[in-house]
């Protein structure tokens, strides 16, 4: 399953992809489907100048599915004590602020 997940950040909505599958599922490329469809819905109906995927540091299978779909790693932050790696991609060309 998968969506685009709200988000407030730093005084402003960021708009997260994110997806999940049970471990039986894990290896066999629906994790990319998954993220590069909900990324193509958010481009197309989002007022947004970035979509972004939020990442465990340690998740790199993960981190590998953020890069097929087009996304840099913007930053790192912490959240609910957890770290994670931010990724990105703008939205229509623009350029998002990080």
Known sequence: MGGILPRPYQDRLEYEVAYSL?????GNGYGTEIAKTIKQWGMENLE???????IHVENKASAHVARKNG??????????????????????????EV
């Open 71 to 96: 996304m840099q790693v913007l930053f790192e932050l912490e959240m609910i004590g957890m770290p994670l790696v931010v990724y990105g991609v703008p939205v229509n060309g623009k350029e998002a």
């Open 48 to 54: 947004t100048d970035r979509l972004l995927s939020l």
């Open 22 to 26: 049970k471990p039986k599922y894990w």
